[in-house]
């Protein structure tokens, strides 16, 4: 029973060869397998986790007081926020920031530059240089709205039965309506 052990070991290591000679892979690929494969396992060393879908409202921290801040990361842009009242008042945001797909660009440049030393510094420019670029987009909308209270102190007192009142989307597109619950006052808000 011992020597079966062995065996099987040395099996298991001429797998990725086997597999190679399978699917016509160079050799020194093949002995690549074993680590591609404990590579693919570890997690935590990635690339940073891209934005998900949520919504919060908040007060500025070490901010003025009398705003609630909302912060929305969803496919369709925030159009309307509002307070909600335990009477049915209603407030509407002041201002509502939406940032379509947000992206960014990244890159090297190297013979357009006239700052990056060599011989540019004799020539124009070449708009056309020769370069490493990428640019990338996120399928998404990161939106921003601040709502003024009203009062302050009614709020403070009873902001357990303020409500606030989101909608999504353009129309004549899919437009969805959401309530979430209104932020408890910090300690120096209100």
């Not at 990056?116 to 939106?143: F, K, M």
Request: glycine fraction near 10%; include cysteine; proline fraction near 14%.
């Amino acid at each position: 029973m011992r020597r079966l052990l062995p065996a099987r070991l040395a099996s298991l290591l001429l797998l990725p060869a086997r597999l190679a000679s399978l699917l016509l892979l160079p050799a020194r690929l093949a002995s690549l397998l074993p680590l591609l494969l404990l590579a693919a396992c570890e997690g935590g060393s990635g690339p940073s986790p891209l934005p998900v879908e949520s919504v919060s409202a908040s007060f500025p921290p070490h901010g003025l007081a009398e705003v609630i801040l909302i912060d929305a990361v969803d496919p369709l842009p925030l159009r309307i926020a509002e307070l909600i009242a335990p009477d049915g008042r209603v407030t509407m945001a002041d201002a509502i920031d939406v940032t379509p797909q947000p992206g960014f660009a990244g890159g090297q440049n190297t013979g357009g530059d006239p700052t990056g030393g060599g011989l540019t510094d004799l020539t124009l420019p070449d708009p056309i240089a020769p370069g490493i670029r990428s640019e990338g987009r996120l399928l998404i909308t990161i939106s921003k709205a601040q709502i003024p209270l009203p009062d302050p102190v009614a709020y403070r007192h009873d902001w357990q039965r303020y409500r606030i009142r989101l909608e999504f989307g353009t129309p004549p597109g899919r437009i969805e309506t959401r309530q979430i619950a209104a932020p408890e006052p910090t300690p120096t808000s209100g």
